[in-house]
């Protein structure tokens, strides 16, 4: 029996999917739009990174095989790789959004068919009457926010009168979420927990996907800065999933980042909480020591999405890439005869898009291992087959979406 690891690289689309159109998002390319920025030196950044996009550890794993796939280019600046060592394809998403929930629960094999309850764009973002019964039953005096929102400009505007009045700042956005920011110190890590989950239930009848906890510390609007004790309260995914078949099967699932939380903690064995892309790196090379045969190592490493997707921060990301893509021969030296990781993401959040949001976009497939022939899988209809790969890879019954490339 072999090991798998799944590692999902929170938003690194690689073109914009057959249906981008209808979520506004018809040109978009994560991966395309970071390398043409890189190749004409429009992502240079002192002391971060400087020239074209640097990814020869991935490239060799066909990911400009696979970018060509899914958009019929080649990103500027980078080349295909002669001898691909990898198996490589791109996926279109056939869930009813661009969110994190729908992109991982369909990694799972378990596709989102319903649509997502999604809070006003104009005006205020949450009703009176919601307001009222939040703010009787978390016990606060009232919010502040009530809108549409970056998460860091929310907080650099409202955190001072946050801790004046101890008011939760309250926010959303174009996915579906209602977001929460309050002062680790002065409203309490533990009371934000508590209140997260007091709207949590509030928002079951609104068919919202997440509550979302944004401590931060700091003093000042200049001095604001978000913890890494971000928690996720999201609803159960709407059949079982690869981690719930895995947990029945006698399978441990060990979920780095915030993978437990995407999945309402549910078929999760071990929960591994890490703070910054690196910090998950290395979490995932802990978890990779201690997997025996059959389990599941489960990653995100979130910062790709976080930190530059959403702030439109094309060195960044670009420099994130470059950062994971030298560590990928430490995932590879742990790797066992009969082991298989993939390589893969949720969703885009092209960097160099319109507004803050996600990017409807194709996802890469990288797969490999000790003794994985290389080979092109074309394009996926849908995430599923990651999962079921997986599946068939471990020996577990296969689910009812997806079938393994394997």
């Known amino acids: ?40 030196g429009a992502a240079d950044r002192a002391g971060l990174r400087e020239g074209p996009l640097k ?70 973002a ?52 209602f977001q929460i920011a309050a002062h680790e110190t002065t409203f309490g890590l533990d009371r934000l927990l508590e209140f997260c989950q007091v709207v949590r239930r509030q928002l079951d009848d609104y068919n919202i996907g997440r509550v979302i906890a944004r401590p931060f510390i700091g003093t000042s609007a200049d ?11 999201s609803v159960l995914p709407p059949e079982p999933t690869l981690l719930d078949r895995l947990t029945s099967a006698g399978r441990t699932v060990h979920a780095v980042g915030k993978i437990a939380d995407i999945f309402a903690h549910q078929g999760i064995g071990r929960l591994i909480k890490a703070n910054g892309n690196m910090a998950l790196f290395d979490a995932t090379l802990k978890a990779m020591d201690e997997a025996e045969d059959g389990d599941l190592v489960f990653t995100n490493f979130v910062d790709f999405d976080m930190l530059y997707g959403h702030r439109r921060d094309v060195p960044g990301y670009a420099a994130a890439l470059e950062a994971f893509d030298h560590r990928l ?33 194709r996802v890469p497939v990288l797969a490999f291992g000790p003794g994985i022939a290389p080979r092109s899988i074309g394009v996926l209809k849908g995430f599923s087959g990651i999962g079921e790969t997986v599946a068939r890879h471990l020996g577990i019954t296969p689910g009812l979406h997806g079938r393994s490339f394997l």
């Open 1 to 40: 029996m072999a090991r798998a690891f799944l590692f999902v690289l929170d938003s690194f689309g690689i073109g914009n999917a057959p249906d981008a159109a209808v979520f506004g998002d018809e040109g978009s390319d994560t991966l395309g739009h970071i390398a043409e920025f890189c190749a004409a």
């Open 55 to 124: 990814v020869p550890n991935m490239t060799a794993l066909g990911l400009v095989h696979a970018a060509r796939l899914a958009t019929g280019n080649i990103p500027a600046g980078l080349s295909a790789a002669d001898a691909v060592t990898g198996i490589y394809g791109a996926a279109s998403e056939v869930s009813r959004g661009k969110d994190t929930p729908s992109g991982h629960w369909e990694i799972a094999g378990t596709p989102v068919r319903f649509d997502w309850g999604y809070f006003p764009t104009e005006g205020d």
């Open 126 to 177: 949450f009703s009176p009457e919601l307001v009222e019964a939040i703010c009787r039953d978390g016990d606060v005096p009232g919010i502040l926010g009530n809108c549409h929102a970056s998460g860091t400009d929310i907080i650099a505007r409202c955190g001072e009168e946050h801790m004046r009045t101890g008011k939760p700042i309250c926010y959303t956005s174009s996915d579906s979420v």
């Open 223 to 233: 001095t604001f800065t978000r913890t890494g004790n971000r928690r996720d309260y």
């Open 329 to 361: 021969p430490e995932i590879q030296d742990k790797m066992k005869l009969g082991d298989l990781a993939i390589i893969t993401a949720d969703h885009g959040c092209d960097p160099t898009w319109r507004g803050t949001d996600h990017t409807r976009e």
